[in-house]
């Protein structure tokens, strides 16, 4: 077992990269992928990405014909319902893709939500902890054989830049004795996916499994801020202005601008679907990375490891790679959604 240290590697990619870029010469043929959240915002890219690369993409959706419509008239995509703040959904979606494929050789999990109210599971978990860290531990659980019999497959998580906001409540995962803040639940659940990445790599490379944790970056008109802005036709004509106009790319100028004028070395870089979606896609080809895992990957490249006070708008935290807490959290994944995974 080796341990991939948390610095950068000589990538030849940075964070303008786009996904045709990233995925150029890169071929999937005969591969088969999973992509939960893959009809819609960075995820429909991923999906379009790997179908042009030649795999078999499989998306799982809470309303199947939703999905479908969303995704249009792409080949070699297949559709399957999965509702990850549900434990018996995710197993029937588990059961049918194992009745009906021998291996998987990539799961990518891009679902997620953000910044939601208050409500909770069937089994009292918190929705964001549920939907972005536990669905996605129960589905790898369920899906593990099939990871397995590929001989060399990767995870791939995403999680967000909140993780430099706080760590993991051990104490108090589920908000039951602290007051709820939506901004810490969400940067809570995505510390979790990181540590999730750790300890899932540490345990499965021995089976030939690799996993990473993807920050795609800013990428402003997506759906996941559909509980920010609750209003679908706004968002619909923010994700056009942002990435079909490039507003995005304005908006990175005038920032990289005023921190030149004001000394600074960092500033707030939008992306667009093809930017963000590079970075997914990065971490889940790139050759780069074959003999790599357990990792923070941002801007097509593995992160920095930082200080917990640091002011720096980049980098992985101590809490969300520390090996004692991904231990810690793995089993707190097993508790809180009944669920062994037992591959020590």
Request: charged residues 20%; neutral net charge; glycine residues 8%.
């Given at each position: 077992?080796?341990?991939?240290?948390?610095?950068?590697?000589?990538?030849?990619?940075?964070?303008k990269a786009t996904s045709k870029q990233v995925m150029k010469n890169i071929n999937l043929e005969g591969k088969t992928v999973i992509v939960t959240g893959g009809y819609s915002g960075i995820g429909l890219q991923v999906t379009k990405s790997l179908v042009r690369a030649g795999a078999n993409v499989i998306v799982p959706a809470r309303t199947?014909?939703?999905?479908?419509?969303?995704?249009?008239?792409?080949?070699?995509?297949?559709?399957?319902?999965?509702?990850?703040?549900?434990?018996?959904?995710?197993?029937?979606?588990?059961?049918?893709?194992?009745?009906?494929?021998?291996?998987?050789?990539?799961?990518?999990?891009?679902?997620?939500?953000?910044?939601?109210?208050?409500?909770?599971?069937?089994?009292?978990?918190?929705?964001?902890?549920?939907?972005?860290?536990?669905?996605?531990?129960?589905?790898?659980?369920?899906?593990?054989?099939?990871?397995?019999?590929?001989?060399?497959?990767?995870?791939?998580?995403?999680?967000?830049?909140?993780?430099?906001?706080?760590?993991?409540?051990?104490?108090?995962?589920?908000?039951?004795?602290?007051?709820?803040?939506?901004?810490?639940?969400?940067?809570?659940?995505?510390?979790?996916?990181?540590?999730?990445?750790?300890?899932?790599?540490?345990?499965?490379?021995?089976?030939?499994?690799?996993?990473?944790?993807?920050?795609?970056?800013?990428?402003?008109?997506?759906?996941?801020?559909?509980?920010?802005?609750?209003?679908?036709?706004?968002?619909?004509?923010?994700?056009?202005?942002?990435?079909?106009?490039?507003?995005?790319?304005?908006?990175?100028?005038?920032?990289?601008?005023?921190?030149?004028?004001?000394?600074?070395?960092?500033?707030?870089?939008?992306?667009?679907?093809?930017?963000?979606?590079?970075?997914?896609?990065?971490?889940?080809?790139?050759?780069?990375?074959?003999?790599?895992?357990?990792?923070?990957?941002?801007?097509?490249?593995?992160?920095?490891?930082?200080?917990?006070?640091?002011?720096?708008?980049?980098?992985?935290?101590?809490?969300?790679?520390?090996?004692?807490?991904?231990?810690?959290?793995?089993?707190?994944?097993?508790?809180?959604?009944?669920?062994?995974?037992?591959?020590?």
């Open positions: 077992m080796t341990k991939t240290p948390q610095q950068p590697i000589n990538s030849p990619f940075t964070m199947i014909d939703k999905a479908k419509n969303a995704v249009g008239n792409l080949h070699n995509v297949e559709f399957g319902e999965l509702d990850l703040m549900n434990g018996k959904s995710i197993q029937q979606f588990a059961e049918n893709f194992n009745r009906h494929h021998e291996q998987l050789d990539l799961l990518i999990e891009c679902a997620g939500i953000m910044f939601a109210p208050l409500r909770r599971d069937q089994r009292g978990n918190e929705s964001q902890l549920s939907t972005n860290y536990l669905g996605h531990f129960q589905l790898t659980n369920y899906l593990y054989s099939a990871l397995k019999k590929a001989g060399n497959a990767r995870v791939v998580i995403v999680t967000s830049r909140a993780q430099s906001w706080n760590g993991v409540d051990f104490d108090d995962p589920n908000f039951v004795r602290r007051e709820y803040d939506a901004h810490v639940a969400y940067a809570q659940s995505k510390s979790a996916d990181i540590l999730f990445a750790v300890e899932l790599d540490r345990r499965a490379q021995k089976d030939g499994i690799r996993a990473f944790a993807v920050h795609p970056g800013l990428v402003p008109g997506t759906g996941l801020g559909r509980f920010v802005n609750r209003n679908a036709q706004l968002q619909k004509f923010l994700g056009f202005v942002m990435n079909d106009l490039q507003l995005t790319r304005a908006i990175s100028t005038k920032n990289s601008v005023e921190a030149r004028l004001h000394g600074q070395t960092e500033y707030d870089y939008f992306k667009n679907v093809h930017q963000g979606a590079a970075d997914i896609l990065w971490a889940a080809t790139s050759p780069l990375l074959n003999d790599k895992g357990g990792v923070f990957i941002e801007d097509s490249n593995i992160g920095t490891a930082v200080d917990a006070n640091s002011n720096s708008k980049f980098g992985a935290r101590p809490w969300s790679i520390d090996s004692q807490q991904a231990t810690d959290l793995w089993k707190l994944g097993e508790k809180l959604s009944g669920v062994k995974f037992d591959i020590e």
